[in-house]
T-cell receptor
Framework: AQKITQTQPGMFVQEKEAVTLDCTYD???????LFWYKQPSSGEMIFLIY??????QNATEGRYSLNFQKARKSANLVISASQLGDSAMYFC?????????????FGTGTRLQVFP | DAGVTQSPTHLIKTRGQQVTLRCSPK?????VSWYQQALGQGPQFIFQ???????QRGNFPDRFSGHQFPNYSSELNVNALLLGDSALYLC???????????????FGPGTRLTVL
């Protein structure tokens, strides 16, 4: 069964430093998508970055990059130059590629705290 | 460009009552998905609506039902509320992509339901 694992319940990082949030996944499908979302205390899930299973290059969006290692089934999020506003919960999610499977499977999340 | 909107923001009900939550998708999107997020957990997929029909359903009882209107907005109904239904309910909208897999799901701010 498809599964997302986030093993870091919480992470601390100093402002302006880089941080890596871990995500491993399990699927038997060849076509799938991997997503990272940010959830501030307000509750809204904010889309950050997407990586398709057939994409050869690692995805990047501004200060966010996704370290995609297909053989290891990992999709770690790297945040460069952390800011105080980055403090939030971060969720890794997966969508399998078949027509009838559009749902997102989420991990349990990592709480990131950025300190001055 | 308006994002995904949800109403109400907060709701308090008692056991056995019924509740209706509403969602308006992002402009240009035709698909709406609903998720339940219990405290301290990742979101769990409830169901997805496309072309006014339930396209896919997660592991939720029949007490959870929904509807999609011609303007793509959607409602989530929960009957016979239980204490365990207390959660943040998130709506996400997306657009069916060329390969019939939906594009990135964008989330609304959520409705926080408390059942007493």
């Amino acid at each position: 069964a498809q599964k997302i694992t986030q093993t870091q319940p919480g992470m601390f990082v100093q402002e302006k430093e880089a941080v890596t949030l871990d995500c491993t996944y399990d699927t038997s499908d060849q076509s799938y998508g991997l997503f990272w979302y940010k959830q501030p205390s307000s509750g809204e899930m904010i889309f950050l970055i997407y990586q398709g299973s057939y994409d050869e290059q690692n995805a990047t969006e501004g200060r966010y990059s996704l370290n995609f290692q297909k053989a290891r089934k990992s999709a770690n999020l790297v945040i460069s130059a952390s800011q105080l506003g980055d403090s939030a919960m971060y969720f890794c999610a997966m969508r399998e590629g078949s027509y009838n499977t559009d749902k997102l499977i989420f991990g349990t999340g990592t709480r990131l705290q950025v300190f001055p | 460009d308006a994002g995904v909107t949800q109403s109400p923001t907060h709701l308090i009900k008692t056991r056995g009552q019924q509740v209706t939550l509403r969602c308006s998708p992002k402009s240009g999107h035709d698909t709406v998905s609903w998720y339940q997020q219990a405290l301290g957990q990742g979101p769990q997929f409830i169901f997805q609506y496309y072309e006014e029909e339930e396209r896919q359903r997660g592991n939720f009882p029949d007490r959870f039902s929904g509807h999609q209107f011609p303007n793509y907005s959607s409602e989530l109904n929960v009957n016979a509320l239980l204490l365990g239904d207390s959660a943040l309910y998130l709506c996400a909208s997306s657009l069916v992509a060329w390969d019939r897999v939906t594009d990135t799901q964008y989330f609304g701010p959520g409705t926080r339901l408390t059942v007493l």
